[in-house]
Nanobody
Framework: QVQLVESGGGLVQPGGSLRLSCAAS????????MGWYRQAPVQQRELVAS???????ISADSVKGRFTISRDNAKNTMYLQMNSLKPEDTAVYYC?????????WGQGTQVTVSS
């Protein structure tokens, strides 16, 4: 069982920045494939960025050049640095871990971009 806890969400003005964190349980965090997803009201959950245990990254076209995914295996934590935020980035952001074919989700953290 993997437990994930997101933090770092909040209200920010357009053009601002936030850093989300996802703290994971377990002693083999380095083996997890990790990802950030988001879900806006009446929208489907979508992939924002993912990071494999080998360090391979994928980002959605809508966030390329603005968001950066990273992980610190020593701290069992994944991050999402979000810069140049736009109102359309407003959503609940979830982290996901995949291990041995199973997906584990956090509870989500709200990000609101508004003036």
């Amino acid at each position: 069982q993997v437990q994930l806890v997101e933090s770092g969400g909040g209200l920010v003005q357009p053009g601002g920045s936030l850093r989300l964190s996802c703290a994971a349980s377990g002693s083999i965090f380095s083996s997890y494939a990790m990802g950030w997803y988001r879900q806006a009201p009446v929208q489907q959950r979508e992939l924002v960025a993912s990071l494999t245990s080998a360090g391979n990254k994928i980002s959605a076209d809508s966030v390329k050049g603005r968001f950066t995914i990273s992980r610190d295996n020593a701290k069992n934590t994944m991050y999402l640095q979000m810069n140049s935020l736009k109102p359309e980035d407003t959503a609940v952001y979830y982290c996901k871990a995949r291990l041995n074919g199973y997906d584990y989700w956090g509870q989500g953290t709200q990000v609101t971009v508004s003036s």
